[in-house]
């Protein structure tokens, strides 16, 4: 598997000051997480893939029935991963609040039964990329998939955006924020 540069945040650091920044030149960022309504719940899952200049290439967001929050987060990665390579994508920066899929995906294992029988067709899509890069970033970072994800919980199928789509809201309140760096502290 071609994964580099997996690495935690200092856990010192201020929460409130994180924010989302915009990947290296000629490269693109996923962020990815998941929503449960309960452990396990109604969940959804969101993905936004960003271009270096934090502007919307494309987003999925959809409904998974009752499940994990830690399977919607493996289901936003997974929709986000799909969404780069069929379009030929080959230099990704992967974002995520969970350390628990993060840490998974780049030791290639996870206790959870259920995320392992996910993790191989994971590790196929992370191999067809030149450059894959696993960070994480605190929730406040993730706001504007965390939106998504969320949202998704009550649709009837996934749904796909690109940047030339009419975008929700909300969500385009939280990608100008991103956008200038502006630090947010919640959803909406």
Known sequence: MKISGYKLMDKKQNRAS???????????KINFDGA???NPGKSGFGAIIRNE??????ANYGPLGINTNNMAEMA????GLEWCVARGIQDVEVEGDSQIILNGISKQTFENWKLEAVRPKIQRLCDRFNNLTLKHIYREGNLAVGWLANCGI???GPI??????ELPDGLVEILAADKVRFPKTGIG
């Not at 200049?53 to 494309?58: H, P």
């Open 18 to 28: 994180v924010v989302w920044t915009p990947p290296k030149t000629r490269n693109f």
């Open 36 to 38: 449960s309504r309960g």
């Open 53 to 58: 200049f934090g502007n919307l290439v494309g």
């Open 76 to 79: 936003g990665l997974l929709a």
């Open 154 to 156: 009550n649709f009837d």
């Open 160 to 165: 796909q955006l690109t940047e030339k789509e």
